[in-house]
């Protein structure tokens, strides 16, 4: 279970300690650390508290001054009659995110660990190709597959007589294939990921599950599923953390938030008023909420690491 | 030791059906833009339809007419290189920092510094955007390359490897008096180069992929990289051109795929090795 937060007590073990001999080998970690730590001051905390402050302050990025507004940014965010439309598709984007790049590859991890015998290492490498290519690849492939007109779906549905709705403007609709995009890359790494922790399973423990006669969805439910917790809380967080920055690039490329903002989100709000109102404070705004749920994520993955620590050792 | 499946067998290999659809799902998008990038547009609206069975090269030449491609190609490879070998450089020395030193602070800051993978794009990108712009480094490969030299996942992978590294050996080089910039080069490195490598691979494929913050630092053709330069295919009225913009794609996934392809074992177990025990 040592994903990057699950490693803290261990790092205090005594055994890991050297002691330093001289003087400047006292100051040797600090010049070692200090490339990557001024790094991510400057890059990192330093804009995180810059965005905050910007959050409070009228501002369009060119005028030199910046205006003292106070709370009124978060005011005009939550009055803002798309507000409920943004916070409702982000909803439903985490909603289907956990369902394709958490608990689907979690299902055909135990499948492939415990179930299926053939053609394991067949399976993993051509699952996990799409993880190294582009999403901008990935959405203009998508994006012709799927066209209504000329597109391979298409001609496939019209041989049987079907017909393909217009995807990019159909309510509803638009949300589910910009999730399957974003899904077709990071499926196949969230799936390396999980399977690993599945995998680890001693496979003595479903052998004797599977003698009791007990039936295969519950092997999965009441053995596998908890004993490999860690690593499956690490992947169901990722999977918002990176698929809601992910989801930006074929939101962008193919729907700009449309039609009539029924594709937009948290992550597509700060960018459309950053770069295409230009209003710095709003943005800020939109910004510091995206960064709230993130927080609460970094939260939930401390306080399970720090239980997971006695659970799964 | 053969050991005997979970499930009775018979049943267990109707799970091949659906990991087949997962197979399809990822493969067939890649094959479907490597097979048309070789079509011509006229013979697929021909009789034959999508089906039909030219080859051409056209797609490739028109792209070459458009754009300055090898250019592209040059500037992705420029900035891909350097963000590699930088976050490389930050991670293996923060690394040993964290595995083989001992200072006031030390879980504190490996925390701080961990928990910037919690940081969504949209929180640093104004800041950054008005940093880079008070550099002068709009529309410049330095400007894209600068405010990502340190990476969070790099050092959390290599400390992971240096950790499995047995103290006695640094303890033996220390007690011989050997310098710790000597036990770096010559004892660690050598040990961690299958996750080295496999690191730097992923950091170059992210490098190369990346678009959100080009899009936002680049102006001009002859400095785009290949995702932006991809983009401008999606801006052309969607669909008429197809067999061009799947050029562009084949283009843009070659470098990465052959990676993959040629690197493959170390990257999974490397991805493997980030949720679970080391």
Known sequence: ???????????????????????????????????????????????LLYTLYLSFFDWNMTRPTKEFVGFENYISVFTDPNFGKIMGNTALYILLLLLFDFAAPYVFSFILSFVVQKGKNFYKSSIFLPSVISLVVGTMIFVWLLNPISGPVSAIAKALGLTVPIWSNTQGLVIV????????????????????????????????????????????????????????IYVLILSIVTGMQQIFTPINMVTKGGPDNASTNLIYAVYDQAFGFFKTGTASAYAILMMLLFGFLLFLEFKFVEKSVYYEN | MKTKPA????????????????????????????????????????????????????????????????????????????????????????????????????????FLLISTIFIPFTVTMIPNYITVSKLNLFDSVLGIVLPQLADATGIFLLRQTMRSIPKSLIEIAELDGISRMRTLRDIILPICRPSIVAT???????????????????????????????????????????????????????????????????????????????
């Open chain 2, 7 to 110: 499930v009775s067998v018979s049943r267990a290999s109707l799970w091949h059906i659906p990991l087949a659809f997962l197979v399809a799902m990822a493969l067939v998008p890649v094959l479907f833009a490597l097979l048309y990038s070789f079509k011509s547009l006229q013979s697929i609206y021909g009789d034959a339809g999508l089906f039909t069975s030219g080859f051409t090269l056209d797609n490739y030449r028109d792209i070459a007419r458009q754009l300055p491609i090898v250019q592209i190609t040059l500037n992705t490879l420029t900035v891909a290189v350097l963000v590699t070998a930088c976050k490389l450089l930050t991670s293996i020395l923060a690394a040993y920092a964290f595995v083989f030193t001992s200072f006031r602070g030390k879980t504190v800051l490996y």
């Open chain 1, 1 to 47: 279970m040592s994903n990057p937060f699950s490693a803290g007590a261990a790092a205090l073990d005594a055994r890991g300690r050297l002691r330093p001999r001289t003087r400047s080998g006292r100051l040797t970690p600090y010049l070692l650390l200090a490339p990557a730590t001024v790094l991510f001051a400057v890059f990192m905390f330093y804009p």
């Open chain 1, 177 to 232: 294939v910009l999730s399957i995009i974003t899904s077709w890359k990071i499926f196949g790494y969230n799936f390396i990921v999980v399977m690993a922790g599945v995998s680890s399973v001693p496979l003595e423990v479903v052998e004797a599950a599977r003698l009791d006669n007990i039936p295969t969805w519950r092997i999965f439910l009441n053995i596998v599923v908890p004993m490999s917790s860690s690593t499956g």
């Open chain 2, 200 to 278: 730097g691979i992923i950091f170059f494929i992210n490098s190369w992929n990346e678009y959100v913050w080009p899009t936002l630092i680049l102006r001009s053709k002859e400095n785009y990289t290949l995702s932006l330069a991809m983009q401008l295919f999606s801006s052309s009225e969607a669909g008429t051109e197809f067999t061009t913009v799947m050029a562009m794609a084949v283009i843009s996934m070659l470098i990465p795929v052959v990676l993959y392809l040629i690197f493959q074992r170390y990257i999974m177990s490397t991805f493997a090795s980030s949720g679970i025990k080391g």
